[in-house]
């Protein structure tokens, strides 16, 4: 890929999209921002919906590439999720094809694979103990399920029609960690951003799948594919691990919310607010 410099920003509103918007332009990126809702301190965002192909079209057309972000990010029903994150990710899909756009960079998600057993060996786990990129799928909720789709619908789009994709399974993108789970899991915006930057410009990635978090002494995962793209994450959320295991305590072997990669999801998933 050659010098590519503007990056359409679907889910320009959210959480994400807000600690991208601040921190990508410092890398040269050029952002066009889209949302179904306004973006905030942003007029000149393209608020529409992923259904929208029309919309979609426009948004997409001279981009560079395409970070797309724009989902329900928690549990919900199925049909909402089918509309917004398989049918919204088809859509833009579509639109990429249409408009001759080469590079897509899709969130996919840690729940993706959230019924994965956590690795049970004490921190930090040795390279071989770390849970693969090629584990196999187990969706812990219908998000999750979501996910899987759009890393499948990815890589047709690599086979069929030449569209290159970086899926990262994102574990928790926030501005601190907020339990003890995230202390494994847990990506800082600052990596995020380095992680959204190698996934926009390194070469010949066809489509690859990576976790994306930071370098955390607590990691549950191979970040081997990701430092492949050349990210090189700065970040280690064990700063924050004495004050949240005083507050939390330590993960128990004996809680279902603790055995697998997903945390509470596997249990009790956060549904998404409306
Ligand atoms: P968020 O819920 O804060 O933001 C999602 C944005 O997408 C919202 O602004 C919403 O209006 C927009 N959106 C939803 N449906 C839409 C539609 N049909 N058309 C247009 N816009 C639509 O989520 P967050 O945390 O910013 O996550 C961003 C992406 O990253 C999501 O795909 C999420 O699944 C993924 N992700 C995020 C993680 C995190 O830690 N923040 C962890 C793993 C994955
Ligand atoms: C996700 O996929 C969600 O979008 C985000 O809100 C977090 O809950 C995150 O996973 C997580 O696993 O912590």
Not at 83 to 101: H, Q, S
Not at 135 to 159: H, V
Not at 221 to 240: C, I, K, M, N, V
Request: overall charge negative; charged content about 25%.
């Amino acid at each position: 890929m050659t010098a590519p410099r503007t990056v359409l920003l679907t889910g320009a509103a959210g959480g994400l999209g807000t600690l991208m918007r601040e921190l990508l332009p410092a890398y040269g990126w050029t952002l066009r921002l889209l949302d179904a809702r306004p973006v905030e301190g942003a007029p000149e965002a393209i608020v529409a919906d992923l259904a929208d192909r029309e919309a979609l079209r426009e948004a997409v057309r001279g981009v560079d590439a395409v970070l797309h972000l724009a989902a329900i990010s928690l549990e919900s029903s199925f049909e909402r999720i089918l509309r917004a994150n398989i049918e919204g990710t088809f859509r833009l899909y579509e639109a990429v094809r249409e408009e001759g756009v080469r590079r897509v960079v899709f969130a996919s998600s840690n729940h993706a694979v959230g019924y994965t057993p956590r690795p049970p060996g004490e921190p930090p786990l040795a390279p071989g103990e770390l849970i693969p990129v090629d584990t196999p799928r187990r969706p812990d909720t219908f998000y999750g399920l979501s996910k899987c789709f759009g890393e499948d619908l990815a890589q047709l789009y690599w086979d069929r029609h030449g569209v290159e994709t970086v899926s990262i399974r994102i574990g928790s993108c926030f501005r601190e960690p907020r339990t003890v789970r995230m202390l494994s899991v847990w990506m800082s915006p600052g990596d995020g951003a380095r992680l959204c930057h190698a996934a926009l410009t390194a070469e010949g990635v066809g489509h690859t799948v990576v976790y994306g978090s930071s370098a955390n002494t607590r990691l549950w995962w191979d970040l081997g594919p990701a430092r492949a793209l050349g990210y090189e994450p700065q970040d280690d959320s064990e700063r924050f691990a004495a004050a949240l295991v005083a507050e939390q305590g330590e993960l128990d072997p004996d809680n279902p919310d603790h055995r697998c990669l997903g945390g509470h999801f596997v249990t009790r998933p956060p549904i998404w607010p409306h």
